[in-house]
């Protein structure tokens, strides 16, 4: 059986744009328990989880809202990252890192993924 060991998220919605406010979030058999309070963050981890495993965002966002918005951070750009890892049937461990760019442009956003990547390890 597949097993998700952790995932690291940089720049989407309240979580921070800067690496020192990369969020790791590491998963336990055979259950991990999401608990907080309104607005902690833990419906962005699930969407998170959607968006590495399948590049689907969240209902209605086109992206635009996914990502850490470029007016709050003060920027012309935001860039963002999701890092997911895994082991696989077999036990081998998988990485999968998807990177996007959150771009200002006028009273417009305009979103764009940059990279999907996954990465075998044995």
């Given at each position: 059986m597949s097993k998700i060991e952790k995932m690291s998220i940089l720049g989407v919605r309240s979580f921070g744009v800067e690496d020192k406010d990369k969020q790791i979030i590491s998963f336990f058999s055979p259950l991990t328990i999401l608990v907080g309070p309104n607005g902690a963050g833990k419906t962005t981890i699930i969407e998170c989880l959607k968006y590495i495993s399948t590049g689907d965002f969240p209902p209605g966002t086109k992206g635009n809202s996914f990502v850490h918005d470029p007016k709050v951070a003060n920027e012309t750009d935001v860039r963002a990252q999701?890092?997911?890892?895994?082991?696989?049937?077999?036990?081998?461990?998988?990485?999968?890192?998807?990177?996007?760019?959150?771009?200002?442009?006028?009273?417009?956003?305009?979103?764009?993924t940059l990279e999907s990547v996954i990465t075998r390890t044995k």
């Amino acid at each position: 059986m597949s097993k998700i060991e952790k995932m690291s998220i940089l720049g989407v919605r309240s979580f921070g744009v800067e690496d020192k406010d990369k969020q790791i979030i590491s998963f336990f058999s055979p259950l991990t328990i999401l608990v907080g309070p309104n607005g902690a963050g833990k419906t962005t981890i699930i969407e998170c989880l959607k968006y590495i495993s399948t590049g689907d965002f969240p209902p209605g966002t086109k992206g635009n809202s996914f990502v850490h918005d470029p007016k709050v951070a003060n920027e012309t750009d935001v860039r963002a990252q999701i890092r997911l890892q895994f082991r696989d049937v077999n036990g081998e461990l998988v990485a999968v890192q998807r990177s996007m760019v959150c771009t200002q442009k006028g009273k417009k956003t305009e979103f764009k993924t940059l990279e999907s990547v996954i990465t075998r390890t044995k």
